[in-house]
């Protein structure tokens, strides 16, 4: 597993060896970087490759030097650094539509990181434009993964103002602080310097959005938005008993074997194996699924919940699925009067969510649609 430093820069790339030295030195436990990351604007790849990269005097390697790091082990060399725009690179971020540019490009660079297997990132959302470090807090949210950190790097501010301060020295430095016209003004000592992280809690959103997709900022929030509005008051809670399923707020009656098919779909869906079940037809089932054996024993084990093993209605039942006299259409049937019967329940927006659907042109399959962490399990056999 490798750790990767996500950082945004401007024209102050100091913030990178500033939390270099910070995870690698001053935390306890530190965290071992193995790569560094940045997207920054075009002057600030420029100063990133003068001030942090120079062979001779960048102070990425004096770092490494006076920490005795063989700066290979960290990958950090002119390819980690991305300038925002691409080819038609972003000088500074002015204007709404830069701001718009830099979201999308902030998001695809981490989502592009965050998809680097065997890794976890720690976010820096110091230094950089604003506006680029919060769509990378944002970007985070999207896409961080459990073990990802967004983490603010803070120096003393006598040193984070100063251009030639980059991390703390194992030898204490007197350092001069000059004004604008260069007379110096006074004095520091690194020994006074901290440097110090305060580590973000945040949402992570990764498991309501499909990472195959390429989309906008905005088109992935409003989806991983409509995702958390549909988990919360969906609710499906059977009452087998009653042959009655409660559907968010409304109760719905179905005939005793509508209740059962329709509890069906519930069975297969509760057991998918994707974390986010509402638009996943893997637990959909084709018609001749709904007609197998196991399938009708379950529908059995249902039935015999609202009449007993005893009653004619039960052998009735379980004799002709036994001389198979309910094939097909005979689910299919029920398919349509129990979504009848729906729909004459719920609104425009509910019925949606709860009918049987259909998908697929060529062997259909049916399934419902809600998430399967709406449905009340406790109450599937009861
Ligand atoms: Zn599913």
């Known amino acids: 597993m490798k750790t990767i430093l996500v950082s945004i820069a401007g024209l102050s790339p100091q913030i990178i060896t500033e ?7 001053e935390r306890k436990p530190p965290i071992w970087i193995n790569e560094v990351k940045v997207l920054t604007t075009y002057p600030g790849k420029q100063k990133i490759m003068e001030t942090l990269l120079d062979k001779n005097n960048g102070k990425f390697y004096s770092f490494c030097k006076d920490y005795n790091i063989n700066p290979k082990d960290i990958k950090f060399d002119e390819s980690s650094v991305l300038v925002l725009g691409g080819d038609a ?4 971020i002015i204007s709404d539509k830069d701001s718009a540019e830099t979201g999308n490009e902030v998001v695809k660079f981490t989502k592009e990181i965050s998809m680097i297997p065997d890794s976890n990132c720690i976010y820096s959302i110091a230094g950089g434009r604003k506006t680029m470090t919060a769509y990378l807090s944002l970007a985070a949210q999207l896409y961080g993964k459990d073990d990802d950190v967004l983490s603010h790097t803070l120096v003393s501010p006598d040193f984070e103002s100063n251009r030639d301060f980059y991390y703390i020295p194992p030898e204490n430095k007197e350092m001069e602080v000059k004004d604008t016209f260069g007379n110096i003004i006074k004095t520091l ?4 310097a901290k440097i110090y992280s305060s580590e973000i809690v945040f949402l992570k959103l990764r498991k309501f959005l499909n990472t195959k997709d390429d989309l906008f900022y ?3 929030v409003g989806i991983a938005q409509k995702r958390i509005d549909f988990c919360g008051d969906k609710i499906v809670a059977f009452d087998i008993k009653n042959t009655s399923v409660l559907l968010g707020n409304k109760k719905v009656k179905l005939r005793p074997i509508e209740i059962c098919i329709y509890y069906l779909f519930y069975y297969f869906k509760i057991k ?9 037809t893997d637990c959909y089932l084709s018609v001749n699924d709904l007609s197998s054996d196991d399938n009708i024993k379950i529908i059995l084990n249902v039935y015999e919940k609202i009449y007993s093993k005893n009653s004619g209605h039960f052998e009735r039942l379980s004799e002709s699925f036994k001389n198979q006299n309910k094939g097909n259409e005979f689910f299919m049937q029920n398919v349509s009067n129990i979504n009848k019967k729906l729909k004459k329940h719920l609104n425009a927006f509910e019925y949606p969510v709860y009918r049987i659907s259909k998908t697929g042109n060529y062997g259909k399959r049916y399934g419902i649609f809600v998430d399967k962490r709406n449905v009340k399990r406790e109450t599937l056999y009861g």
Request: hydrophobic letters at 20%; aromatic letters at 14%; one cysteine or more.
């Open 19 to 25: 939390t270099l030295y910070y995870y690698l030195i």
């Open 218 to 220: 905005d088109d992935l």
């Open 272 to 280: 998918c194996k994707n974390d986010f079940c509402g638009d996943c």
């Open 189 to 192: 000592n690194t020994k006074d």
């Open 89 to 92: 690179p972003i000088e500074d």
